[in-house]
C-alpha cells in the first residue's frame, strides 16, 4: 500500500479493523476494556512505525498482530500465559499445551463468532440503553468519544463516564463475551437490533441540533446491520432490519432541501432515491421473508418501507396494504406509537376521518405525552378536513416540543399555513 499518508491510512484501517481485533482480544483476556486498551497500543504502535516504514500491505493483519504480541506479554508477565493456554486447549478439544504459534493460529480462528460475541456483550441487558449505544459506537464503529458525543449532542466528559461505566460493568458482571445459545439468543437479539435501530433513527431524523440528518449514524447502523446478517444469516429479524434501514436510508437525499431544509416523503423528488440501497433492501427483505416463521417487527417495518420504495410517485403509494401491515405490527408488538402510524396510514387509505379517530383514541397514552409527532400528526389530519385552525394551533404545538431546528422550521411553517387559512 502506498505511504503516502500513513496517519490517514492508520485512521482508516483501525475504522474498519478495530471492532475485529477488539473482539479477538476479547476472548483472549477477558475484559472488554482491557482488549480496547491493548488494541489502542496497536494503534499507537502504528502511529509511531508506519510514517518510517511505510503502510504494510496487510495493515489490518499487522493491527492485530502487534494487539496480540501485546495481549501475551501482558499474559505473561501476569503469569497467567499458561492458564489461558490450557483453556484455549480445552475449548479446542487439544490434549496437550500448545506452542505460541498454535496459541495464535487458536486466536484467529472463528473471528466471526468473536465478533458476534462482542456484540452481544455490548448490548447486554446490565447495561443501560444509552451505555449499549456508546459502547457500540465505540467498540464495533470505532467512533471516538468525541464523534459520539457530538453525535448525540452531549458532552465528551457525559459520553466518557458511560462508557467507563459500561466496561466497568461487563468486567464486574463476568459477561462471558460470547454468542448466547438456544433461548437466550432468542432473548438477546432485540437488544442488539433495538440499539442498531436507535443508532440509525438517530441519524435518520435527529432528535436536535441543526440537521435534519445524521448520515455517518445512518451509515454507521448500516455496517453494524450488514455485519450482523453475515455472522447471523439464520436469523430473519437480522435481515428485517437491514432491509428496513437500507430502504429508508435510500431516501436520504430527497429528505433534505438545498437550504437544509426538511422535506416530507410526500413532497420528496423520488427520483432522488437512490435505486442501489432500494434494491438491497429489496432484497434482505426476500431474505426474511424466505426464512421460517412470519415476519418479525423489523420484517413487517420493512415491508412498509417497500411499499413506499416500489411507489414510483406519492400517489401510487399502497396505502390500503401498509394499513394491513401496521394492523399486523400493532398485534405482534402493541404500542401507542405503533398506534399513531396506524393511524396516519388509515387517513391515507380510508380519509383523514378515519385517522383522526384513531389519533383522539391514542392521545391520551402517558407514552405520547411529550410525542412531538402526536400532534404534528394530529394537525396533518385536522388540516386535510379543513380544520385550519384548530391544524395551526397542533403544529405550533408539535414545534414547542422538538429541539431539532429544520423539524421545528418545518413545523412553524405548517402552522403559518394553515393560519393564514384560518
Keep these: 500500500m502506498a505511504a503516502a ?34 488494541a489502542q497500543d496497536a494503534l499507537v504502535a502504528a502511529l509511531e512505525h508506519w510514517p518510517e516504514s511505510g ?21 505473561r508477565r501476569e503469569k497467567t500465559y499458561e492458564r489461558k493456554q490450557e483453556e484455549l486447549a480445552r475449548e479446542v478439544g487439544a ?8 496459541f495464535d493460529a487458536a486466536l484467529a480462528e472463528e473471528v466471526g463468532d468473536d465478533l ?6 455490548c448490548c447486554h441487558p446490565l447495561l443501560s440503553e444509552n451505555a449499549r449505544v456508546a459502547l457500540t459506537l465505540r467498540l464495533l464503529g470505532g467512533l471516538t468519544t468525541a464523534e459520539i458525543a457530538a453525535a448525540f449532542l ?55 441540533g441543526e440537521s435534519w440528518i445524521r448520515r455517518d449514524l445512518c451509515e454507521e447502523a448500516q455496517r453494524l446491520g450488514r455485519v450482523l446478517t453475515e455472522l447471523a444469516p439464520g436469523e430473519p429479524e437480522a435481515h428485517g432490519l437491514i432491509a428496513l434501514l437500507e430502504i429508508q436510508a435510500s431516501r436520504s437525499a430527497a ?106 383514541q391514542i392521545a391520551g397514552e402517558p407514552a405520547l405525552a411529550s410525542y412531538r409527532l402526536l400532534p404534528s400528526v394530529r394537525g396533518d389530519l385536522l388540516g386535510k378536513l379543513g380544520r ?7 403544529f405550533r404545538r408539535a414545534a414547542a416540543m422538538t429541539e431539532n431546528v429544520p423539524e421545528r422550521e418545518l413545523l412553524l411553517r405548517r402552522a403559518a399555513e394553515h393560519g393564514r387559512r384560518g
Design 95 to 102: 490434549r496437550f499445551a500448545i506452542e505460541r504459534s498454535e
Design 116 to 121: 458476534l460475541g462482542l456484540i452481544f456483550a
Design 388 to 394: 385550519d385552525a384548530e391544524a395551526a394551533a397542533e
Design 255 to 360: 429528505r433534505v432541501g438545498p437550504g437544509g431544509e426538511a422535506v416530507l416523503l410526500g413532497d420528496q423528488d423520488r427520483s432522488r432515491w437512490d435505486p442501489l440501497l432500494i434494491v438491497r433492501g429489496l432484497a434482505a427483505l426476500k431474505r426474511a421473508e424466505g426464512l421460517p416463521g412470519p415476519l418479525g417487527p423489523y420484517g413487517l417495518q420493512a415491508a412498509i418501507a417497500a411499499c413506499h420504495a416500489r411507489a414510483l410517485r406519492a400517489e401510487d403509494t399502497d396505502w390500503v396494504r401498509i394499513a394491513a401491515l401496521y394492523d399486523a405490527l400493532s398485534q405482534l408488538t402493541p404500542s401507542p406509537v405503533v398506534d399513531l402510524n396506524r393511524a396516519v396510514a388509515l387517513g391515507m387509505a380510508f380519509g383523514p376521518a378515519a385517522g383522526l379517530e384513531l389519533v383522539d
Design 5 to 38: 499518508d500513513p496517519r490517514s491510512a492508520v485512521e482508516t484501517v483501525w475504522r474498519i479493523e478495530s471492532a475485529r481485533v477488539i473482539a479477538g482480544l476479547a476472548r483472549m483476556v477477558g475484559d472488554v476494556g482491557l482488549a480496547e486498551d491493548l
Design 55 to 75: 503502510v504494510p500491505d496487510n495493515p489490518g493483519a499487522w493491527l492485530t498482530a502487534a494487539a496480540k504480541n501485546r495481549a501475551i506479554d501482558l499474559l
Design 154 to 208: 452531549v458532552s465528551e466528559a457525559t459520553i466518557a463516564q458511560r462508557l467507563v461505566r459500561a466496561k466497568r460493568t461487563l468486567r464486574e458482571g463476568r459477561v462471558p463475551l460470547e454468542v448466547p445459545q438456544g433461548e437466550e439468543l432468542t432473548e438477546r437479539l432485540p437488544s442488539v437490533l433495538g440499539v442498531i435501530y436507535l443508532i440509525f433513527n438517530e441519524g435518520y431524523a435527529a432528535s436536535a
